[in-house]
């Protein structure tokens, strides 16, 4: 089975921090996603990379950042954190990035800014 | 944003079928639809994918009319085990197909 393992599953940070969350997939999935999720609100897309090196924005991607170095990892950055980034974050990967995409989630991070 | 549309909320009993009903008008040509599953403090969880008609499974049944503007998620026999939240996802074309999911449906099964 594919495995999607995120480094922390609880964190605590103080506002302006800069937090780093790792997620690591065992598959060599070429997509991979960060998520986060709020209640009410689902989960919504924060960044996705499709590959090596390249980012593309998500529908929040505002106060975030991410970087894709190794094919395996991806880094979801917080540069400056703020008490509205407490959060569950998810991330996940996939195969293929056509119509029949299939994420695998990790078990996620959650986030609190103080 | 054009997103999906599930109901917020359905409670069930031990043993009974349920149908969820998720609304898709964006949907892309190119889409498949898909449903997962999420329990408390877990990512979530691949349960169903299909592109037309009826698709069943080991857990579920996935059935999605010609127009493909929606679909019905169907889990026989409910059990406690079941209570979750129900996502269905599917590609928005005024996105350039890009994944979206609904905001869920919190799904309650009582004894």
């Known amino acids: 089975d594919v495995k999607v393992t995120q480094s922390s599953r609880y964190l605590v940070k103080r506002t302006g921090e800069k937090v780093f969350l790792e997620c690591v997939q065992d598959?060599?999935?070429?997509?991979m996603f960060w998520y986060r999720q709020d209640p009410g609100l689902g989960l919504r897309l924060i960044y996705f990379?499709?590959?090596?090196?390249?980012?593309e924005k998500g529908d929040i991607p505002e106060g975030y950042s991410v970087s894709r170095e190794k094919k395996e990892r991806f880094s979801l950055i917080l540069e400056s954190a703020s008490t509205n980034q407490t959060s569950m974050y998810l991330c996940?990967?996939?195969?293929?990035?056509?119509?029949?995409?299939?994420?695998?989630f990790g078990a996620g991070s959650r986030l609190t800014v103080l | 944003l054009a997103k999906t549309t599930q109901p917020i909320s359905m409670d069930s009993y031990e043993g009974q079928e349920v149908n969820i009903t998720c609304s898709h008008n964006n949907i892309a040509t190119n889409d498949y639809i898909t449903w997962y599953q999420q329990f408390p403090s877990q990512g979530p969880r691949f349960i169903i994918q299909g592109y037309k008609t009826k698709v069943t499974n080991e857990v579920a049944s996935l059935f999605i009319p010609a127009d493909r503007k929606s679909s019905t998620l169907s889990l026989p026999r409910v059990s406690l085990s079941d209570t979750a939240v129900y996502y269905c996802?599917?590609?928005?074309?005024?996105?350039?197909?890009?994944?979206?999911f609904g905001q869920g449906t919190e799904l309650s099964v009582k004894p």
């Open positions: 996802l599917v590609g928005d074309k005024n996105q350039g197909g890009k994944l979206i």
């Open positions: 990379s499709y590959d090596v090196k390249m980012k």
């Open positions: 996940a990967s996939s195969f293929t990035r056509s119509g029949a995409n299939v994420l695998t």
């Open positions: 598959m060599d999935h070429e997509n």
